[in-house]
């Protein structure tokens, strides 16, 4: 069992940037891939980032690459996603996903655990 919280979303200005924080309890994080979704009004739950467990392997979606990195701490059981040149588009909520094993997944039900989500919104 693997309890996720996220910190860090609001609002922001476009072009700005702005940093997510995932925080891990319960069993080893370590042994878990880990991964950020998000969710815009009226939209499915779509792929953002994923790492694998030491975070040397990682994933984004065509729509974030080069503006967003993925990274993780083992050591602190968190997992954060740094985004960058943030675009004007419509407000979505952020989630932190854990993967099922130490290989990531870029689908929904490669995730096993969830965070509650975090708004983020672009104004322009």
């Known amino acids: 069992q693997v309890q996720l919280q996220e910190s860090g979303g609001g609002l922001v200005q476009t072009g700005y940037s702005l940093t997510l924080s995932c925080s891990a309890s319960?069993?080893?994080?370590?042994?878990?891939?880990m991964g950020w979704f998000r969710q815009a009004p009226g939209k499915e739950l779509e792929f953002v980032a994923a790492?694998?467990?030491?975070?040397?392997?990682?994933e984004y979606a065509a729509a974030v690459t080069g503006r967003f990195i993925i990274s993780r701490d083992n050591g602190k059981n968190t997992v954060s996603l740094q985004m960058s040149s943030l675009k004007p588009e419509a407000p979505a909520v952020y989630y932190c996903?854990?993967?099922?094993?130490?290989?990531?997944?870029?689908?929904?039900?490669?995730?096993?655990?969830w965070g509650q989500g975090n708004k983020v919104a672009v104004s322009s």
């Open positions: 319960g069993r080893a994080f370590s042994s878990y891939a």
């Open positions: 790492c694998n467990w030491n975070g040397n392997d990682v």
């Open positions: 996903a854990a993967g099922r094993n130490s290989d990531y997944g870029t689908q929904v039900e490669d995730c096993g655990y």
